[in-house]
């Protein structure tokens, strides 16, 4: 049902994956000329795909808690998966093949992927101020606060290795390496260490002075 569905979590990971690789590089030092002549799109489509990473799992839960109340089937979730299967190629089933509501195991994973999520919309604003500002803003942070670039490509790269720890440990519970409950708690340790370790050592040797910018910057 909804995001847990095997294709759409191939299909979120990917997502996911793809926008953080974007944002790292387009924020880096090693940002190539022609990326930054697509920032009337991608920005748009990063930050689509950062909010989905919330709304997927948030809308999942939310119709497996209230698919009696409200009588609708968990609409929102069948659409997900249906999309998921044909965009991933996978085989397309019924609408009655397509459960209403969650297992315990896929209740669990749905809450691991919410605080995944979370974290994904951290970087809406910044993917938003790309879309609007463009190259220019990003320039004019940079001359203000000269080691933004580093904090922000440093977040965005240990994002996307923290997706890809959470789908290693997706795919070992498929294998039966270790129950699901074990691994979701695992994966969700080492995405909050992916991402708050970095964020904290980037923090400490960066943040002198105006050398850095916590959401100042969005309205430079």
Same mark, same amino acid.
């Given at each position: ?38 920032? #009337? +799109? ?6 689509? %795909? $950062?909010?989905?990473?919330? =709304? &997927?799992? /948030? ?53 691991? #992927? +919410? ?6 919309? %951290? $970087?809406?604003?910044?993917? =938003? &101020?790309? /879309? ?89």
């Amino acid at each position: 049902m909804g995001v847990v569905d095997d294709a759409a979590l191939t299909l979120y990971a990917g997502l996911y994956s793809a926008a953080a690789c974007w944002l790292a590089l387009r924020t880096s030092t090693f940002c190539p000329f022609w990326l930054t002549k697509l920032d #009337l +799109v991608l920005p748009w489509v990063a930050a689509g %795909v $950062f909010s989905y990473s919330f =709304l &997927a799992p /948030a809308v999942t839960l939310h119709e497996h808690y209230n698919h009696h109340q409200t009588g609708n089937g968990a609409m929102v979730s069948r659409s997900i998966v249906t999309v998921s299967r044909l965009m991933t190629q996978q085989t397309t089933y019924g609408n009655d093949s397509t459960p209403t509501a969650l297992s315990q195991t896929e209740l669990f994973r749905s809450k691991g #992927l +919410v605080f995944i999520g979370i974290l994904g919309c %951290v $970087f809406v604003p910044a993917c =938003l &101020a790309f /879309a609007i500002k463009g190259d220019a803003w990003w320039q004019d942070v940079l001359v203000n606060h000269p080691k933004q670039n580093l904090l922000e490509s440093t977040d965005a790269l240990f994002a996307l290795f923290a997706t890809e720890a959470s789908m290693v440990c997706t795919r070992a519970a498929n294998a039966g390496v270790a129950p699901y409950r074990k691994a979701v708690l695992f994966f969700a340790g080492v995405c909050l260490v992916l991402a708050l370790v970095p964020c904290a050592c980037s923090l400490f040797w960066l943040g002198s002075g105006d050398d850095i910018s916590f959401f100042s910057f969005y309205n430079e």
